[in-house]
């Protein structure tokens, strides 16, 4: 059989399941003929496997592609089979490019030839080329699908019945503090989180909730104050010459002592 077509950027892509039928498939502007396959058997025509699989692989671990000329002399030197190479597409230039069909055990056999990292991405890719694909109407009339199917759906159910009840505890504490009148210094809300001092301010600045200047006590950021997290109370105290001086202590409100044990547990979990 004679293949002949515009050869643009992607070759007809010819890897196939199913039954022994040729199936016309169009991509963009190009028409191809899928290749037969039989008992489940995948086959890839060659420039298929070279343009899809073998030099993006190559490329991906900054390799050089191999020339469609060069790949089918290594797939000649790998393959002891007689391979037909009667089928060929004609390039922009004019110029023709035969390729041959590959089964499984042959692609292979020629990607094992490619570097460790290839290697890898190749037996990869042609690995998921095997997994049969599963028609929904034919598995929606199969008991044993749908019977397997509602008892995953079940256990995950329950799964996450159980995550619920497990998470509760922590929720409704959450939300008691959150109701709570009053504020915390940083120091005491780190003990209520059950942080240490130094993380909880190191969380706070970078999180944009405080900042200082050179010499300085801490700062709520105005937004956080606004949003009701954060707060600031005067206090009056003695310096060290007897003198009354006004100090400025910002305080973690209950509202921002809930969002702080949130931003906590998002981090831990990062």
């Not at 041959?100 to 991405?121: C, N, P, Y």
């Not at 600045?205 to 200047?213: E, N, P, Q």
Request: aromatic share 6%; net charge neutral; hydrophobic share 40%.
């Amino acid at each position: 059989m004679i293949v002949t077509q515009q050869y643009k950027d992607e070759a007809p892509s010819v890897a196939a399941f199913g039954a022994s039928d040729n199936v016309k498939s169009s991509i963009g502007n190009n028409v191809m003929n899928t290749l037969t396959t039989t008992n489940q058997v995948v086959t890839m025509s060659s420039i298929d496997f070279l343009n899809n699989i073998i030099n993006p692989a190559r490329e991906s671990a900054g390799e050089k592609p191999v020339r469609p000329a060069d790949f089918h002399a290594r797939v000649n030197d790998e393959i002891d089979d007689i391979l037909n190479y009667e089928n060929f597409v004609v390039g922009k230039t004019g110029h023709k490019t035969h390729y041959t069909t590959l089964t499984m055990e042959q692609m292979t056999l020629v990607g094992m030839r490619e570097s460790k990292a290839v290697r890898r991405s190749v037996l990869e890719k042609l690995k998921s080329l095997e997994k049969p694909s599963i028609d929904p109407m034919v598995a929606l009339n199969d008991p044993a699908f749908l019977r397997d199917a509602l008892i995953s759906y079940t256990e995950k159910v329950i799964h996450l019945e159980h995550q619920v009840e497990e998470m509760k505890p922590d929720v409704d504490a959450l939300n008691r503090i959150a109701k709570a009148e009053g504020s915390l210094c940083v120091t005491d809300a780190a003990k209520q989180l059950q942080v240490k001092p130094k993380s909880l301010f190191d969380l706070m600045s970078h999180s944009k909730w405080i900042y200082r200047r050179l010499g300085t006590a801490w700062i709520g950021y105005q937004d956080k104050i606004q949003q009701g997290l954060l707060e600031h109370k005067v206090t009056v105290v003695k310096s060290s010459t007897g003198e009354d001086k006004q100090v400025s202590q910002v305080r973690v409100t209950a509202k921002g002592l809930s969002k702080l044990a949130k931003l906590l547990s998002v981090e831990v979990a990062a």
